[in-house]
């Protein structure tokens, strides 16, 4: 490490304790850290949107040519979830990759259980990067934990010279380089960045449509001061990732007094004490919503949230919970307002709480779609269609 880039670092270590320099820039030390030949930073192309971020810098998010880093749990049992960002990639003529060689984070050990290390985590997160690198596609990432868990990743290798050495070997074996983005960017911040080019192809008025957000704890509470504030949206300290699209699109965003509530998945929650999980979703989220909001659909952006808030008013129900909300992410919403099919792209038999009114107040005939989306499993069954192509759901 050059005596710079040490400088730099050991600023940087006496500002970790400063709380009134929370506006630092973190490429600073990025920059000075391939500039000394650590590293390759990954830069955002040209075509890029500048959105503002907690406090008062500014966060490029690329447009297109973007790597999709997927999300285990919305591949594993919300499909929709994904399928409704590719949707809209591909209708605003945006082009990206889907890789097949992206692995998971690992977050999800990390999280439940913390039996992994420091030095795999960040290995993984670097073979990710340099997976995305090597297509010459800016990653983009779907998964609210992976995006924070990423951010801390990447604030431990600026700052600890041990870590970069031990990562650098493991990359080393794999033969890949040694890769950190310029941004590390969340899909519902890509959202929040084309809301306006989203907003004018909304096909629908919605305009009656009642809307509450829950905001992801990973999304804004790691590494806090990256991720996206609007003075526009909200005068306080929200973060307006998905509300800003939800205003965008004319829908009716109302607000409730227990926002900054986790959604209760909590990882390890939501594998060993489950009952709590299910308390705290329905309780101290979805209930509140209802007596002081009474949305028509709660909308939020990250795996977890929508599992706990969708899956948990199934059980709740049973007790006579004042429940029955449905749940979706900002992509799956914003796709529907598109124009997208709610089976064959949003995928919403997949979600527990009934979505059917939702669907019908925002001028949806399900029954029609339900059953078109029938007849098209039927073609498969026959060996018809051998497969659906994205050509048959409006793209």
């Known amino acids: 490490m050059s005596d710079a880039v040490g400088v730099i670092l050991s600023k940087k270590q006496k500002f970790e304790r400063t709380p009134d320099r929370r506006n630092h820039d973190f490429h600073e030390e990025l920059f000075a850290l391939e500039a000394a030949g650590e590293l390759i930073v990954q830069r955002v192309s040209d075509d890029f949107v500048s959105v503002p971020t907690k406090y008062g810098l500014q966060k490029k998010i690329q447009r297109g040519h973007l790597w999709h880093h997927k999300s285990c749990g919305q591949c594993g049992h919300i499909p929709g979830y994904s399928t409704s960002i590719f949707w809209i ?149 929200r973060t307006a990732a998905v509300s800003g699209l939800v205003l965008s699109l004319g829908a009716d965003l109302r607000s409730y007094s227990t926002f900054f509530d986790c959604c209760g998945f909590g990882f390890r929650h939501i594998l060993v004490q489950r009952d709590f999980t299910r308390s705290f979703a329905t309780l101290r989220k979805i209930e509140v919503m209802k007596e002081e909001a009474d949305p028509d659909v709660v909308l939020t952006h990250d795996t977890g949230c929508v599992t706990a808030l969708d899956k948990s008013q199934f059980a709740t129900q049973a007790h006579e919970r004042n429940v029955g909300i449905p749940v979706m992410s900002e992509a799956q919403f914003a796709a529907l307002a598109m124009g997208a099919h709610p089976f064959k792209v949003c995928q919403l038999h997949w979600h527990s709480t009934n979505y059917r009114p939702l669907l019908e107040k925002m001028g949806i005939d399900w029954e029609a779609a339900w059953a078109e989306f029938q007849e098209d499993l039927k073609k498969l069954e026959r060996g018809d269609q051998k497969y659906l192509t994205w050509a048959d759901v409006g793209v």
């Open 89 to 237: 990639m591909r209708k605003l003529g945006y082009d990206y990759d889907d890789p097949r060689d992206q692995t998971s984070c690992t977050a999800w050990n990390y999280y439940a259980s913390a039996t992994s290390n420091q030095a795999a985590q960040a290995a993984v997160a670097l073979r990710n990067f340099a997976a995305a690198y090597e297509t010459g596609y800016f990653p983009l990432i779907h998964c609210g934990t992976s995006y924070g868990h990423y951010k801390e990743v990447r604030s431990e290798l600026l700052h600890q010279p041990e870590l970069r050495a031990q990562v650098r070997k493991v990359l080393a074996k794999l033969n890949k380089e040694m890769v950190i983005p310029e941004e590390i960017v969340h899909y519902s911040e890509w959202l929040y960045a084309m809301k306006d080019e989203i907003a004018s192809r909304s096909i629908l008025d919605l305009s009656k449509i009642g809307v509450t957000v829950h905001p992801a704890c990973h999304y804004y509470k790691l590494v806090e001061g990256d991720a996206i504030y609007d003075p526009d949206v909200y005068h306080g300290q």
